[in-house]
């Protein structure tokens, strides 16, 4: 990522949040777009960075219509689990773009410092 | 006053219709949205600075039939007494309404009519007087005015443009309860 880029700060957010995390918790990454470099390739950056430490769940909203999210784009290619994460257009319910991705953070420890009790 | 005709139209009788393909490649490039995604919809060509995207079998909803008769006027401007939320959800908010003038006929008394309370309840900026010519003949619509408004000889009246709608068409014949400039 670009330093500086605004995809930069949603990756240090996001990592900031894996950690503060405790085991076994969940964590909703959520943007109001649907431009892949800010919420898919975002998301692929923190599976890489994070291994098996977490673990994306089925993004799913009860009565709203979604697509999934991308698994390629401009010939970058992401995990396959992006899938499960959840593209909102906007014509499928009269709202605006949005991206949601739901992970769980595993008990086999935790990136970087343990989150609090 | 003119209008049009209370008729279901499809998007398609109001804008002109524009080549989906420029504008899919740049999703798909773009954003990653593929071309399917858009099989059900039209792309139209809303203004200089919007594209609107809107489903082939769309029909624009029949306007509310009228029940009462009267002229429709509504405040929108932002001066005492300024229209509320519950006022713009029960009126519309239009964005560029026109102007009417209505010349008040001395025999015909004010009313209130079914749905003024609701109107011009709590919160609301403006009286909960619906005031309405005592015809029994179907109107374009009916409003909300200040209780200054009832005892001037001429209101002033501002309807959403998309409800405009010719009063003689409606009342079969030239208005006589009124004159209408704008």
Redesign the interface.
Known sequence: MPPGSLAGAQIAILRKAIQRCRPGGRIVYSTCT???EEN?AVVDALLRETGSRVRLLPARLAGIRG?PG?TE??GQSFAPELASTLRL?P?LNDTGGFYIALFEKLPAGPLGAEAPQ | MSGRADLRVGVADLLPIVDARLYLGLFEERFGIPAATFAEYSFFKANAQAIWIVRRDLRLPARPVPYAVGMPFYYYRMIHPRPTTPDGAALGTPRHPPRHRARRRADRPLRRLPGSAAAGGPGSGLQPRLLADALPRPAPGVGLATTDDADRPIFRAMTPKFWRLRLDQLIGGPDDTAEMEE
Do not use: R, V
Request: aromatic share 30%; charged share 10%; no cysteine.
């Open positions: 649907y431009a892949p898919e697509a991308l784009w401009q257009y014509h």
